[in-house]
């Protein structure tokens, strides 16, 4: 059976240490739910929340923009290394079936355009500001009748993963 895949975006460089804890938290929680973590593989939210799923025995994985898997944070499992720069930011939303965004900035958005593009749903964090909230709740364009879904608490980012995953 294939895993399923849940990709987290958001801030590379966090002051707010609430912020790396829940992305700490988040990971943990997606481990024991038996999910596949993937992310840009370098610091703040990326690094968090791999670093949970390492507490877990989880799995994750970095799409580094570099060609050398040295870049990848300590907690990555599988880094792989794109040599694409900012080009690798559609790499996370075209293979999750999943995408979770917290806070963020330019780069977030750009994740999150393709995650819109590429149909994935997302989810938002609301609490930690930047692109995730802002967007949380909101349809990207008036082309299809999707939105954001906004999570504040964990239990309600797990819920909405088990609605929004087609498991056949």
């Known amino acids: 059976m294939r895993k399923i895949i849940i990709g987290v975006i958001g801030d590379s460089e966090v002051d707010n240490e609430e912020e790396l804890i829940f992305a700490e938290k988040l990971g943990e929680a997606l481990a024991k739910e038996g999910y596949v973590v993937m992310n840009g593989g370098r610091t703040g939210v990326m690094e968090a929340v791999s670093k949970g799923v390492r507490k877990a025995g989880g799995l994750s994985i970095g799409i580094l923009p570099s060609s050398s898997k040295d870049e990848a944070n300590p907690y990555i499992d599988i880094p792989i290394p794109t040599n694409l720069g900012w080009a690798r930011n559609t790499i996370v939303p075209l293979a999750s079936d999943v995408v979770i965004a917290i806070g963020g900035k330019a780069g977030t958005l750009v994740e999150i355009g393709y ?54």
Request: zero cysteines.
């Open 115 to 168: 995650s819109w593009v590429y149909g994935k749903p997302i989810i938002g964090i609301i609490g930690f500001g930047g692109w995730s909230e802002k967007l949380a709740g909101k349809r990207i364009d008036d082309r299809g009748s999707d939105v954001i879904h906004p999570a504040k608490e964990m239990s309600e980012v797990l819920e909405l993963i088990k609605k929004l995953v087609n498991f056949d």
